[in-house]
């Protein structure tokens, strides 16, 4: 069977782990979690698109790109744009495919301007508080899905 195509999406300040905020996000650097994807998509049967942007419209074009390239499921770390985006929340809602929204912290248990997100009332579900184990968790709910489909 071919591989399932998903997007993986990382938002503003995500290219600074390892070195940011370890205590909240860990020593993780995010190549370091791109490989950790790889492995587990591998055992999904699943092939991972893995991007990273500091800026609204490569995410918003990325979004879009997915919309028409086959791409099945988009798992999205927006980082702030979580708690800011109308933007990244109208491209989110135009994707057809499973769309789950992950975080390394625990969201909820920080400061309450984090509470709220732009994306989580239209994901399939959200993961958050695991640390990096939040992205394995994410491609695990995808290819459960997936597979309930075939
Ligand atoms: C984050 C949580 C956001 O509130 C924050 O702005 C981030 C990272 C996380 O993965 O825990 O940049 O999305």
Do not use: W
Not at 96 to 101: K, M, T
Not at 110 to 126: K, P, Q, T, W
């Amino acid at each position: 069977m071919a591989k399932q195509a998903v997007l993986i999406i990382n938002g503003p300040n995500l290219d600074q782990l390892g070195t940011r905020e370890p205590e909240i996000y860990g020593h993780m650097s995010l190549a370091d979690i791109e490989a950790m994807c790889h492995e587990r998509a591998a055992e999904n049967n699943i092939s991972i698109n893995f991007m990273q942007s500091n800026a609204e419209d490569a995410i918003i074009a990325a979004i879009h790109n997915a919309r028409q390239d086959g791409t099945k499921a988009i798992i999205i770390n927006a980082a702030a744009f979580t708690h800011t985006s109308v933007a990244i929340r109208d491209a989110m809602q135009m994707f057809d495919g499973i769309r789950i929204e992950v975080h390394l912290s625990n969201v909820f248990a920080r400061e309450a301007f984090r509470h709220h997100s732009y994306l989580a009332d239209i994901a399939n579900g959200v993961i958050c508080g695991f640390g990096a184990n939040s992205y394995r968790l994410a491609i695990d709910a995808v290819g459960n899905i997936l597979q309930s489909k075939d």
